[in-house]
């Protein structure tokens, strides 16, 4: 039979072979969900047999990893910005740079009582990261997929905020059933992915993550178009809108802001240095 450390040794090289990124890591991350247990707690168990039906198992995981389905998909479950969310093939899976906007977002914005608006909630860590830190929000959250919003209200549940969150199926490019004025803060990551870049995309992007969430199947701008024009409408005196761009996207995406009357315009970088948090302010 074989212990936990032949197992995860056989299967590094196994996914190595296969092109998969931190294959190490990946087979002991595998391995630890099949057994329910901690990563560092393999390093316990390593003289540990593995049982045939583990065995079993722990192969079907590793040949779904060797074909390139996200390992967060194959577990379930993804950490951001401290907390615990549900993933599944209807939501993107999420990124660190997307801890950078709600960073941004909470740096920024002190107010307790502020009424925010997620534009494109997807798995709701936007939502849920801010119902966690601000005291008395209001928040409504917006996806046009109801498989994301079910998504999103179980991982409400799950991290305890489910009644700090109105979920809300809506495509953000008709009319949305607001009054003007009705928010201090407009967040969203948008599908910004062009045409012509997506098929490009690594195969774990392309061939699992959902579409929708990653591209417009146009110029990789037009929800920035769609969201600013509506922001202006929707947001109060001196309220802010808030986005993840992608790279190159910074300038084209100011222009858009700027035409629709947003000002004091700010660009924040990433860890690797590229633009990826813009925020404006409504004259």
């Known amino acids: ?34 057994l329910d247990c901690k990563r560092l707690d393999l390093y316990l168990l390593y003289d540990r047999p593995l049982k045939e039906n583990e065995v079993v198992l722990y192969r079907e995981l590793l040949k779904k990893r060797g074909s390139f389905v996200p390992l967060q998909y194959l577990v379930g479950k993804v950490e951001f910005y401290g907390l615990e969310f549900n993933v599944d093939s209807s939501v993107l899976i999420p990124r660190p740079e997307t801890e950078l906007l709600v960073e941004t977002v909470i740096e920024e914005n002190k107010n307790p009582n502020l009424r925010i608006l997620d534009v494109g909630t997807g798995s709701g860590i936007i939502a849920v990261a801010f119902a966690k830190i601000f005291e008395q ?7 046009v997929s109801d498989a994301a919003l079910e998504n999103a209200k179980k991982n409400a549940i799950k991290n305890n905020v489910a009644d700090r969150i109105i979920f809300l199926q809506l495509d953000t490019r008709k009319n949305l059933p607001f009054e003007d004025e009705s928010f201090d803060i407009i967040v969203s990551n948008p599908p910004y992915i062009s045409k012509d870049e997506f098929p490009k995309l690594q195969t774990e992007l392309r061939v699992f993550e959902p ?43 100011k222009k858009i802001m700027e035409g629709n009357g947003f ?8 860890f690797q240095e590229i633009d990826r948090v813009i925020s404006g302010e409504k004259n």
């Open 263 to 270: 000002i004091n315009i700010k660009i924040k970088k990433d």
């Open 137 to 143: 929000p209001e928040l409504f959250a917006l996806d």
């Open 211 to 253: 579409a929708i969430a990653l591209t417009d199947y146009s110029d990789g701008l037009s929800f920035y178009r769609t969201i600013s024009v509506k922001a202006a409408g929707l947001l109060k005196s001196k309220g802010k809108v808030y986005f993840e761009v992608g790279k190159d996207q910074s300038i084209m995406v």
């Open 1 to 34: 039979m074989l212990t936990i450390l032949e197992a995860v040794k056989l299967s590094a090289n196994y996914l190595q072979e296969k092109g998969i990124e931190s294959p190490r890591l990946n087979a002991e991350l595998l391995l630890a969900h099949l």
